[in-house]
């Protein structure tokens, strides 16, 4: 079984993207997808030390209050990496709610799964872009993720599909755009070239994928929310 394969049999079942597959960039290779994943597996054991200075800590914190999140919500955090965000959701969601943590790199999950343990947290080893559980979210959080899918588009309709009516998608980072990209840029391959797109790409792609920008801040920090745009998908679909 390839790689692609194996990690869409981990993903839930659920609607079928083909609709939208012929928009999508089709040069995007499997290759591309098991680098990363292998690169970040490599990157695992340090990442934590590497990523929790006080500082970061707190804007995690100011982050999550901008979520917008409610007792008995259903959460996806996507590309959870080691679960730094997973206590703090879990904290918003309350007992009644449900958070589901997914990740490609196993070495991530391993360290996210010792870490945390909660009756209404599950995980899950799947490429984004494939996991598939329409319409079950009112929150999808992308923390630190975006730039590392090379196919955005394909991984945003996928996100799409799986909000709710009325969810929202949370893509952030604690670092200004130019800060994430000149980050990225001093890393090995395969992730060197994974960048942030601009505001004006990054409003095409949400458009194309039939979501509605309700805030972008690209200041010290990146912080985008857009919700599931129900006409936008009914003109694609036509
Ligand atoms: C920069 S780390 C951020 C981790 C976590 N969100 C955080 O902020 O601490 C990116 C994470 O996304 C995961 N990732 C990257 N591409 C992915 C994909 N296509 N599907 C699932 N996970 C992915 C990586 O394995 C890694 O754990």
């Known amino acids: 079984m390839s790689q692609k394969q194996k990690l869409s049999s981990a993903a839930e079942?659920?609607?079928s993207a083909e609709p939208f597959q012929n928009l999508t960039n089709l040069a995007v290779s499997e290759q591309d997808i098991s680098s990363r994943e292998l690169y970040f597996d490599?990157?695992?054991?340090?990442?934590?030390?590497?990523h929790s200075e006080a500082e970061v800590d707190?804007?995690?914190?100011?982050?999550?209050?901008?979520?917008d999140l409610r007792p008995g919500q259903v959460v996806l955090d996507a590309g959870c990496g080691t679960g730094r965000l997973l206590p703090l959701i879990l904290r918003e969601i309350g007992p009644g709610g449900e958070l589901v943590a997914v990740d490609f790199s196993e070495k991530m999950l391993e360290i996210a799964r010792k870490k945390y343990r909660a009756p209404?947290?599950?995980?899950?080893?799947?490429?984004?872009?494939?996991?598939?559980s329409p319409g079950r979210f009112d929150r999808i959080i992308c923390l630190c993720l975006l730039p590392h899918l090379p196919d955005k588009l394909l991984a945003l309709r996928t996100l799409r599909t799986n909000l709710k009516r009325g969810g929202q998608l949370i893509i952030a980072h604690t670092a200004s755009r130019e800060e994430v990209n000149a980050y990225h840029a001093r890393l090995p391959e395969p992730v060197c070239h994974d960048q942030l797109p601009d505001s004006q790409e990054m409003t095409g792609l949400l458009v194309a994928a039939g979501l509605r920008l309700?805030?972008?801040?690209?200041?010290?920090?990146?912080?985008?929310?857009?919700?599931?745009?129900?006409?936008?998908?009914?003109?694609?679909?036509?």
């Open 58 to 67: 707190s804007a995690l914190q100011a982050l999550v209050s901008r979520f």
């Open 120 to 132: 209404n947290l599950t995980f899950c080893r799947a490429d984004i872009s494939q996991f598939k």
């Open 214 to 238: 309700i805030e972008l801040e690209e200041g010290n920090i990146y912080f985008l929310k857009a919700f599931r745009d129900e006409d936008q998908v009914d003109k694609i679909l036509r």
């Open 42 to 50: 490599r990157v695992a054991a340090t990442w934590e030390e590497e």
């Open 13 to 15: 079942g659920g609607i």
